[in-house]
Structure formats: structure tokens, C-alpha cells
């Protein structure tokens, strides 16, 4: 039984990389990639990393798109024996367009994973991973492209009471699916300072004064980032600040896949709060400046 768990989206992400800053509007040389993402699967990479074993849970359809992705998650030694296939579903995709400056448009569809609902969470329940008798006590990380009820259901779910939960949103448009975990006992949200605004209906320019005002608003425990300036974690022990390192941006997707990775991996090693958040921003800027943490 895999006691790490990433349920969410599975997907092809599709990258126009423009090596100029892009206006509205232009039609620029690059370069196009697909490679394997989604905010699940790029954490289980991530994860990979540093040498933990996670598990899958989400939607991946039989089409020869789906077939290809998981092949390749499985070349990966990522473990995908617990992944919800249906004939009736193709598999999700991101497309993304970046230039130097960062992202310039984006569009998630994860409409397979959103039809697939609590189908995907199956495992939890039939005693796979766990039931109603002894529910899974492993560390999930959870992300936003699920549905709202989807996520409301999981927050209260009995099945997921002794879980270890790591909430992210995938992306600001997103940013409210994570309201019932606010007060949830074993969460921590990962947000960055847009999503943590719109999360505590503020308006703050700096990390620790979003951090604190989701700690107000209930959170247990959250890492809030803001791109190249001060990060912050916050809990019951306080504000943890710390300034990424500078870098020239190769690449931009995942940057924040690699920080909820790269903490959990630093948590699991007995970091203390400020070395954990240390190593996930730095973890994050080797991947940005296109290296390996």
C-alpha cells in the first residue's frame, strides 16, 4: 500500500515557448513540447525526485493519447495501477503559452477528470487503499482541477479523516475550490499570493501577510509563494519568510508542483519549518532556470 498518494489531474501539457516577450496578438518562432503534467502527475514527478514512491489517483482515458501517457508514467516508476480508465473519456490536456516574463495564456482542460468525479477515489474506499474501517493515514496531495462538490465531499469525508492532506488549486480561476479546507485539521494549502487574496478576500502585496490572513481565516497550515520575492509558511508556531533564489527562467510550468514536492520531501527528512521552506524554494528555482533539483 502506498502511503503517498497525488489525486488530481493526469494530463499532456502542450508548451509554446517564445525566446521574446509576446504582446497580445503576435505570432511568434519558438519552440512546442508535450510532455506529461497535470498538477498531480507533476508533483509524483517531482516527488520521484527525491526518491519517494507516490501513487495516482485520477482519470486517464483508453484513447491512444491516454495509453501513450501512461506508458510514460510507468517508464517513470510512477505507480499507476490505481487510475480510474473509462472507455467513454479522453484524456485531459493543458496548453500553455510562455515567454521569458512567465506565463502568457493558459487553458486546463480537465473534463475527463471532472466526469470521472468520485469514480477516481474508488481505491479509498474498497480497501485497496483504504475503507470506511481503516481509512487511508498516508500523505494526499490534492489538487483544484477536481470539481467543487468533489472537494467539498473530500474535505468531509470519514474515508480521509487520518489522512495527511496537501491542498493546492492548480491555478487562481480555481483558487475557492480550496474554501473547505480553510478549517480543516490536517490540511496545508499551497497557494501563491493571488490565489492566497482571493482565498482570504485581501488585497496583501507581501507572502506573510497573506500566510497570516489564511491563518485567520482558518488554515492550519499554508506555504504562500510570490514568484521571485519572499515566500512565506505559516502555522501555529508562526511566519517562516525566506527570498527564492534569483535565476533566469527557462521554464515556468510546475515551479509551484516543485515546491509542494520539494516540502513534503523536506518534511519527511525531519526538516524544521524554515529548512523545509529553504528547499522548496530552491527546488523550485533549479527547475525554473530548466535544471533538476
Given at each position: ?30 519552440r ?7 498538477v498531480?502527475?507533476?508533483v ?35 505507480n ?5 480508465r ?6 485531459d ?5 510562455e515567454d521569458?516574463?512567465?506565463l ?13 468525479g468520485?469514480?477516481?477515489l ?23 482541477n477536481?470539481?467543487?462538490d ?26 475557492l475550490?480550496?474554501r473547505?479546507f ?21 488585497h ?12 485567520a481565516?482558518?488554515?492550519r497550515?499554508?506555504?504562500v ?17 525566506e527570498t ?16 509542494i ?6 518534511e ?26
Open positions: 500500500m502506498s502511503n503517498l498518494l497525488c489525486i488530481g489531474s493526469v494530463l499532456w501539457d502542450v508548451i509554446g515557448l517564445s525566446p521574446k516577450a509576446m504582446a497580445h496578438g503576435n505570432d511568434l518562432p519558438g512546442i513540447t508535450r510532455q506529461p503534467g497535470g498531480a502527475l507533476n509524483a514527478m517531482a516527488l520521484r525526485q527525491f526518491g519517494l514512491a507516490p501513487a495516482l489517483l485520477s482519470a486517464v482515458g483508453q484513447d491512444a493519447e491516454g495509453e501513450a501517457l501512461i506508458k510514460t508514467c510507468q517508464a517513470l516508476d510512477l499507476t495501477g490505481f487510475v480510474f473509462s472507455s467513454d473519456l479522453r484524456t490536456l493543458y496548453m500553455a503559452i521569458p516574463n512567465g502568457i495564456a493558459a487553458i486546463a482542460d480537465a473534463s475527463s477528470l471532472e466526469a470521472a468520485a469514480d477516481i474508488a481505491p479509498l474506499q474498497d480497501g485497496r487503499l483504504g475503507s470506511a474501517a481503516a481509512p487511508y493515514d498516508g500523505i494526499i496531495v490534492l489538487d483544484g477536481l470539481t467543487a468533489l472537494m467539498d465531499e473530500i474535505a468531509r469525508s470519514p474515508l480521509l479523516v487520518s489522512a495527511d492532506l496537501r491542498v493546492a488549486p492548480a491555478s487562481p480561476g480555481k483558487a475550490r480550496l473547505p480553510l478549517n480543516h485539521r490536517s490540511a496545508t494549502l499551497y497557494v501563491n499570493l493571488e490565489e492566497a487574496n482571493l482565498l482570504s478576500e485581501g496583501h502585496e507581501a507572502a506573510a501577510d497573506a500566510a497570516q490572513a489564511l491563518r481565516a482558518g488554515a497550515r499554508v506555504l509563494t510570490h514568484g521571485p520575492h519572499d515566500a512565506c509558511f505559516a502555522d501555529a508556531e508562526g511566519l517562516f519568510t527564492p533564489p534569483r535565476v533566469t527562467p527557462r521554464r515556468i510550468t510546475g515551479a509551484g508542483d516543485m515546491v514536492a520539494a516540502h513534503i520531501a523536506a519527511l527528512d525531519a526538516a524544521d519549518r524554515q529548512e523545509a521552506l529553504s528547499r522548496a524554494l530552491c527546488a523550485a528555482a533549479t527547475h525554473v532556470a530548466g535544471g533538476t533539483p
